[in-house]
Nanobody, 123 residues
């Protein structure tokens, strides 16, 4: 069993940066893949980024490639999402999710979900 809790959301002006954290409990953390999804009001949930259990593979949505960086610290049971050059379109609730199978852009492939953290980008 893995439990994940997001933190680090908030308000930032366009062009600014935020770092989201996903803290996980459970000894299985180093064996699960972690991803971030986001959902804006009135829009469907969408894939943002993912990192494999070892940290050796990462994946990004085209909309965030070059601006966001995902990383993990297995010793600290934490995954980070560094978000730079933020845009108003990045405004959403961001969810940390986990699974043991493989990285995927499909939210239904993930078994463990956090409660989400709000990110608001506006002037």
């Amino acid at each position: 069993q893995v439990q994940v809790v997001e933190s680090g959301g908030g308000w930032v002006q366009p062009g600014g940066s935020l770092r989201l954290s996903c803290a996980a409990s459970g000894r299985a953390f180093s064996s699960v893949n972690i991803a971030w999804f986001r959902q804006a009001p009135g829009k469907e949930r969408e894939f943002v980024s993912a990192i494999s259990w070892s940290g050796g593979r990462t994946d990004y949505a085209d909309s965030v490639k070059g601006r966001f960086t995902i990383s993990r610290d297995n010793a600290g049971n934490t995954v980070y999402l560094q978000m730079n050059s933020l845009k108003p379109d990045d405004t959403a609730v961001y969810y940390c999710v986990a699974n043991r199978l493989h990285m995927s852009h499909y939210s239904g492939m993930y078994d463990y979900w956090g409660q989400g953290t709000q990110v608001t980008v506006s002037s």
